[in-house]
């Protein structure tokens, strides 16, 4: 079928282009900038965004007036700064809400594939306008210092949304609308026309997580969104308001493009109701995105993914660094410190696992033993963080008492796994939240045949030096507990090419992307949009990657209908 | 990493382009020429390749002898025609052919998309030359009349696996080898080289059905295998030779080749060893695709799925029509009766169900009540299958018991369902093979009301014709059943552009390829390899088709290694 072309479509035609290309390149690319400096977002962008903030607490939430709802309302955020938000959520009423949905798809699905990413490219806008605004709702929602709750879950966030429209987009573009085929017969050819039709799935389902509710939340629900199906979002009882904003917003910009706003909807929940999964056993969800613990996503993975439903999930791994040896350990001490203590350690990339030799490591400052390069670490991260006022900036404040818990317990933690401890974990006083559990990063020391503790998931600021007999144990042992037990990042850090193959090796054996001798401004935690798979679906913590063609091929289907010309 | 160009690369570069830019176009493309003529295929082709099969009977079959083995033999087959084949195959050492597997997979994965895309056409050149001798095998295991068996498990089996190579080629390729990044920083910009490899997922079985061993056996085999996975083919009991004839020419190619020719391996069993349930349950399995029943089916859904296995399947459904009006009477009988008549409606694509509105149609013929139809329909029929000696060159024989005990109890079965018998199916004796059972197609009217019959698969020549209310009703119970059961084929007939427009938006609700106004030399249950998708994913009777982007993007994943420069 022909597709009426929508005025966004064309406003937004020179975006779409750049990012195809960039997406098909995998080069640098970026819309939205990450500096949240007055010159870029204008000079009351900062404060507006924080009146905007602080307007919504207390209240009732604005802006999902028009959801079907059973009259109730959610809402128990507390932030991990100390105050409580009070911000209050007309709860869905499920069944109206999947009604809603299903009368809404089929005009989304006829408006065709470059409507339907122009639309969602106004909806990455609007949200980027709000950015200062979301930022602080992420800051007290999930713990995260300022600047990274700006960047990560605005910019960045963004991006990474773009990029699942325009991947989308693309993989609905190389089907063609309509074509004629003709085979050669004896008399005369045979003609037959033949138009192809994207069709949705059904409801997509996105569950968002506690620490990173828009940049784990938006590639799912941009994906979903793009192809067609309309999206149920379920945040994370503790992190709504980020995505309660992000939801609204999308209703907003879906009603003035003349769709309905009720392709996107917000279920709020509190903690315990089991939303999530009332909504994860509907027949009408078909696509279920989700980031979070291990529990929930191998039930979603066997129940849901059992059912015929399509599931995408981000769990826990045990990412992991070998340091071989370098010829500029400053920048490897720098480079390691930050990526430990930045968020205290609870990204899902962050490295918990740091194989060493037991003889140590050669270096641009001489040989280094295993004990030497503990402290050396040790040391980096005491100065990084040792003023009380900028750390917390790096920090942010920790998400949950299971973190505090770990973090108040590594001497214990170290002595149960026959390690000892060589850094403890600090409790940094917040200059301005008294009330925030502030914490930095702890090393424990650990031989690599007590693996009790380092082949599991440890989240927070606790990180294992394990000692190993060799360079070629450490790669081992890297590749064979990312197989058993997932990962999101490993790094190497190596003088030599050989070492430095072999880890390539590892990599693609165990399934996990792989940094080399970061010792500058990018971080093994970080991944860029448009060029870094995020995961990538081939070990256990996560069954796909931000974005390929895998995440978002399937969220549609064709539908051809042929007949003689 | 940079792969080494194969020598076959170069040789068959030009095919590749040409079918590279027929299946983005979805243009008419065929490498394999349907013909059986002697012009075609040489004046001898035909008795050599019959003369090869009948080597093969009442012998241990050649060309696995490498394969690791328990020391048994497997080997049941019976002609639908009447012989036992009597050929044996070594019984498969499974723990020996998964370590096999598994050692084989480095190398093919370094080996490059390239080299293995050109190893795969060099495999299916090869199958393509053994198509008269593929042709006799699929004729007695399956009961296809022999140019059927030529056409369709032949030249267009293999057009279809030539279709899945080039859509596993396309869509690695799409992933660049490696690029340099760029960011613009203050001082500098910050650069990294990103390299992204191709990794496979683990082993990937293929589970055979007994009627179209090779047609639906090669795009899973072949979209595994050109993405890096090593492929266990597990035959249906019934039908192993054409895929044990198959898989000794992929393992002779990749031997060859330089490649280890575990890549591709046969599991044969007699009937009832549960070998697919074994293999589907091996941890080392990563990847299943299956063709046949719905209980067996549903299981892999269920359990293989549900452990994070990628599970393609193909199974049942209730192929619809909606007969609305015609200005070609004539065609519209011929084209029906020979897609009912083709191989005794024993194909995923004939149609079961044809809704007719109980005022009847009009015609190019004046108006037909909906017994003139029926009438019409069941002397086409009879005419078409009048000639025993012909009749059998389109029927071909019964493939198993449950065909022929429905075939020879229509009369029973339409007054169990409140039915009439329009056209009893006729026992036809083959002139060459007595033992034969070959049964022309038989019509059940029913009313729409009734609706426990046509409901389910009534697999074999065993066709409803639903009277309804009118055209309305016959689309929207066709959208319903096929939502709730399922189908692979679906076509209207009508002279009303809204009714055509009606059937195009039923179509897409009930997610299934339509085919309008067929009444020339396309038939419904026919589609062509690099235009038309087989089945849709979109409804019960299959969960993907061939051979669309979401058939091969997740057959494999990319692992990143990224550094500064």
């Known amino acids: 079928m022909t597709h009426t072309p929508h005025p966004l479509s064309e406003k937004h035609a020179q975006t779409l282009a750049e990012a195809r290309a960039a997406l098909a390149a995998r080069s640098f690319y970026s819309r939205y900038p990450e500096s949240p400096s007055p010159r870029v977002y204008g000079e009351d962008a900062a404060s507006h965004g924080?009146?905007?903030?602080?307007?919504?607490?207390?209240?009732?939430?604005?802006?999902?007036?028009?959801?079907?709802?059973?009259?109730?309302?959610?809402?128990?955020?507390?932030?991990?700064?100390?105050?409580?938000?009070?911000?209050?959520?007309p709860r869905l009423d499920v069944d109206a809400a999947v009604a809603a949905a299903q009368a809404a798809m089929p005009a989304w699905r006829d408006a065709g594939p470059l409507t339907r990413a122009a639309v969602c490219v106004e909806v990455v806008d609007a949200i980027n306008k709000r950015s200062f605004e979301i930022a602080n709702a992420v800051m007290h929602t999930t713990g995260q210092p300022f600047v990274m709750a700006f960047q990560a879950a605005g910019p960045h966030a963004q991006d990474r949304a773009l990029e699942s429209v325009v991947a989308a987009l693309v993989e609905q573009e190389r089907v063609p609308e309509s074509v004629v085929w003709e085979k050669p017969a004896k008399d005369a050819p045979i003609r037959m026309q033949k138009d192809y039709r994207i069709v949705p799935r059904g409801i997509a389902l996105v569950i968002g997580c506690n620490t990173f509710p828009t940049w784990n939340g938006y590639p799912g629900m941009f994906a979903s969104l793009a192809t067609g199906n309309p999206v149920i979002v379920k945040p994370h009882p503790r992190a709504v308001l980020p995505l309660a904003l992000s939801v609204a917003l999308a209703r907003s910009v879906l009603r003035e493009a003349g769709f309905d706003p009720a392709l996107v909807q917000l279920a709020a929940e509190d903690d315990g109701e089991g939303l999530a999964r009332e909504l994860a056993e509907r027949p009408e969800v078909a696509i279920i995105d989700y980031t979070g613990g291990p529990g929930f996503g191998a039930w979603l993975e066997r129940e849901a993914a059992g059912s015929g439903k399509l599931v995408y999930t981000e769990k826990a791994g045990v990412n992991s660094i070998v340091v071989d040896s370098t010829d500029n350990l400053r920048g490897v001490l720098g480079n390691l410190a930050f990526s430990l203590t930045l968020y205290s350690g609870q990204m899902c990339t962050t490295p918990q696992n740091i194989y060493v030799p037991r003889e140590g490591i050669d270096t641009d400052e001489g040989h280094l033993s295993f004990a030497d390069f503990g402290e050396r670490l040790g040391g980096a991260i005491g100065r990084l963080n040792g003023d009380d006022a900028k750390a917390v900036e790096l920090l942010g404040a920790t998400v949950n008492e299971d973190v505090r818990a770990r973090a108040g317990a590594l001497e214990a933690l170290a002595s149960r796994v026959g390690g000892s401890l060589v850094l403890d974990s600090r409790a940094v006083n917040h200059p301005t939240?008294?009330?925030?559990?502030?914490?930095?990063?702890?090393?424990?020391?650990?031989?690599?045949?007590?693996?009790?503790?380092?082949?599991?998931?440890?989240?927070?600021?606790?990180?294992?030096?394990?000692?190993?007999?060799?360079?070629?144990?450490?790669?081992?042992?890297?590749?064979?507990?990312?197989?058993?037990?997932?990962?999101?990042?490993?790094?190497?850090?190596?003088?030599?090419e050989k070492v430095l193959d072999q880890a390539r090796d590892a990599a693609a054996d165990a399934g996990v992307a792989l940094s080399e001798n970061l010792t500058g401004q990018v971080f093994v935690n970080q991944t860029a949009a448009f060029s870094d798979y995020h995961g990538t679906g081939a070990n256990p913590a996560a069954n796909a990657a931000y974005v390929d063609a895998a995440f978002v091929a399937n969220r549609f289907r064709v539908v051809t209908s042929r007949r003689h010309v």
């Open 433 to 496: 939240y008294p009330d925030a559990v502030v914490r930095t990063p702890g090393l424990v020391a650990v031989d690599v045949a007590d693996d009790t503790a380092y082949t599991q998931e440890c989240f927070g600021p606790v990180t294992f030096l394990i000692a190993t007999d060799s360079t070629e144990q450490s790669l081992e042992r890297m590749r064979d507990t990312i197989r058993e037990h997932g990962a999101m990042t490993a790094a190497v850090y190596s003088t030599s």
């Open 50 to 89: 924080r009146s905007a903030f602080e307007g919504l607490l207390g209240e009732g939430f604005p802006g999902l007036g028009d959801q079907p709802t059973d009259g109730s309302f959610a809402g128990s955020e507390v932030s991990p700064y100390g105050p409580r938000l009070r911000v209050r959520y």
